[in-house]
């Protein structure tokens, strides 16, 4: 296929792995120019909005007539409607399920409050903050009961980390490749900066006894969700929330106060937490048990796997999207997480895996939050595939998907970190494969087309 | 304990305003927790710990058990349990090797206890807490007999269903323990 960059680039410029992938320091380059993504099938009227212009002026409506007034609490322009929550509720009992945060519509690093993706149970409750207190008890030496305007007054700290349902992207582990967008695919992750006081501080009041291994924790939602979770844990680097980038917690994040566990799975990251019981052992609750335990080929079942493994995704160009502007240069972003730590690293390939490189990664990358990557790739019209593989501090790497569908089987329902394909056809349309289709695609070799 | 010690020039502020500062072995946080008292403890806390601890009186069978079920569940958990818009409790057929495992309270729950735990807390989803102790024994032991591990007429009680023995009892390995041990290696 003829190459036609439509990009302002020097013709093979930087490139610095297969298939047009490009040294990430061109970012830096000034006029470097990318093609733009559109939807498939195109979305509502975009581009129509583009030059407004009544004939014999120079200005447009909005610079001819005065703006509208001060709002008590600002919302998303009108035109970006589209970017919400994709809520995916109980068929009979509506208030139970889960809603995906728009990743692919989003940049940066932060998610709006409005967009954090949401796991009730039965439904999300509508607390008084003057009526909820946060009760600590059990093996602690004097049991203590807080309100909300007293925690409000302690000393808080702020963390900037990634919150992920132990159950995102659990689509992988089936055997036809998920047809939905990024987000509403591998959404049930969104990143905060929380703000609350240090559950260490709250626990040394309390006084923690001799023989206390285990804190069972319960929300005050209808479901009175509980959860047992390790006291080391929360003497380490848990927040008891009141905050979330900045403002009061929304409701369906657990106003008034909720457990942020930096790096562990959602369900122990309690919402309306309302009751701490320290005690020897694990109270062995539905939900570490029947669920959000992990099934393995031989039968037996991991259980308490709390850490959020290393994951990357790529958000644009993503499912769903079409490279509009035909062959040549487009950036590639997306996002890369770890429980365990910082990511250190983001390789990006456009041949299937054969050869890869190093996305830039914005500053700061801190511990257990999302970091985002960009690289410029220039696409020469010919079939691809995109993928990404993201490396933590720990030196644990993303693992391909038949790599882990090997160790975990295909029934783990959880914890779900493979790398994502994501396929470029010759009209430029993006889509989901597995590596098999994604090997015949690209004619790189399939290293094992019999796994799956 | 690190992240005590870095926000102490905060907290050590808010401790002289507050309240009396004692050097030494004065609180690290400014303390306005109140003192919770028992009955306030025995009112919030419904836990019901795997060895029993926490269950209440009360009693009931899976013949009781059977008519409650289905004025307050089979509407989404379907006849004897096989799942609808609910979760499937009880009638599985392929095992958790099988190609397509079905994690049923038989199949997979490693303990009775969760049962009553779960009911109590949880169940119906319209009224949850609306349930009596009896009732929550008697849909337990009704649960527990769908999937063939307690008789229709044994009785449920706090002395009798922390002996009743889950089939996958063993079937979990925790994760937290192996990661701890590696990390300490």
């Known amino acids: 296929m003829s190459d036609q960059p439509v990009a302002r680039l020097a013709d093979a410029a930087g490139a610095v792995a297969g298939n047009g992938i490009l040294d990430r320091r061109l970012l830096l380059r000034q006029g470097l120019v990318f093609g733009a993504m559109a939807w498939l099938p195109p979305g509502a009227a975009a581009g129509q909005a583009g030059s407004p212009r009544v004939p014999g002026s120079s200005r447009p409506p909005w610079m001819r007539e005065p703006g509208r007034e001060f709002s008590p609490y600002g919302v998303p322009a009108r035109f970006e409607q589209e970017t919400a929550r994709f809520p995916a509720p109980n068929r009979v009992q509506r208030n139970n399920g889960a809603s995906w945060t728009p990743l692919h519509l989003l940049e940066g690093t932060i998610t709006p409050n409005g967009l954090h993706f949401e796991r009730h149970h039965n439904g999300v409750p509508d607390i008084d903050p003057g009526g909820h207190e946060l009760l600590i008890h059990g093996l602690v030496n004097r049991a203590l009961a807080f309100s909300v305007p007293d925690l409000l007054r302690y000393p808080l700290e702020s963390r900037t980390c990634f919150i992920e349902c132990g159950g995102n992207s659990n689509a992988g582990w089936n055997r036809i490749p998920s047809r939905s967008q990024a987000g509403f695919f591998h959404g049930l992750v969104s990143n905060s900066e929380w703000t609350g006081v240090p559950l260490g501080v709250l626990l040394h009041e309390a006084g923690v006894k001799p023989g206390a291994k285990w804190v069972v924790a319960e929300g005050a939602d209808a479901f009175a969700m509980h959860v047992s979770i390790p006291l080391a844990k929360l003497q380490d ?42 005690t020897d052992q694990p109270v062995m609750a539905r939900n570490e048990t029947a669920r959000y335990t992990d099934l393995m080929p031989d039968g037996t079942a991991r259980m308490f796997s709390f850490v959020m493994e290393v994951k990357s995704l790529i958000t644009s160009p993503s499912s769903g999207m079409v490279l509009k502007g035909g062959p040549g240069l487009y950036q590639v972003t997306g996002l890369a997480w770890s429980g365990r730590g910082r990511i250190r690293r983001v390789e990006i390939s456009a041949d299937n895996g054969r050869t890869w490189a190093d996305a830039e990664l914005q500053e700061p990358v801190l511990p257990k939050a999302f970091a985002r990557f960009r690289i410029p790739w220039r696409w020469s019209g010919a079939p691809a595939v995109l993928k990404s593989r993201a490396t933590d501090e720990t030196g644990n790497v993303q693992p391909e998907r038949r790599e882990l569908i090997a160790q975990r089987g295909r029934h783990g329902f959880y914890h779900y970190n493979g790398i994502v394909n994501w396929s470029v056809d010759e009209n430029g349309v993006l889509g989901h494969v597995y590596d098999e289709v994604a090997a015949q695609q690209t004619g790189t070799p399939d290293i094992d087309a019999d796994w799956d | 304990m690190m992240k005590l010690r870095r926000s102490r020039p905060a907290l050590l502020i808010l401790t002289l305003i507050g309240t009396s500062a004692i050097a030494g072995e004065a609180p690290e946080g400014p303390d306005l927790g109140q003192a919770a008292g028992a009955r306030m403890i025995a009112d919030w806390d419904t836990d019901i710990m795997p060895d029993g601890a926490g269950l209440p009186e009360g009693r009931g069978t899976a013949r009781d058990g059977a008519a409650l079920y289905r004025t307050h569940c089979i509407s989404c958990h379907g006849e004897g349990g096989l799942g609808d818009s609910g979760d499937q409790l009880a009638g599985a057929r392929m095992s958790l090797t099988g190609e397509w495992p079905e994690k049923t309270i038989g199949t997979f729950w490693p303990w009775a206890t969760t049962l009553f735990d779960f009911i109590r807390r949880a169940k119906p989803p319209q009224s949850p807490g609306s349930l009596s102790n009896d009732e929550v024994y008697a849909l337990t032991a009704y649960l527990l007999s769908l999937n063939g591990i307690v008789g229709a007429d044994e009785e449920m009680n706090a002395e009798m269903l922390p002996r009743v023995k889950m089939p996958n009892r063993d079937g979990f390995i925790d994760a937290w323990a192996r990661e701890k041990a590696a990390t300490r290696r």
């Open chain 1, 237 to 278: 680097d848990a927040l008891l929330a009141l905050y979330q980038n900045g403002e009061r917690l929304r409701p369906e994040n657990g106003y008034p106060m909720r457990l942020v566990l930096p790096g562990w799975e959602g369900v122990v990251n309690v919402k309306w937490m309302r009751r701490l019981e320290l």
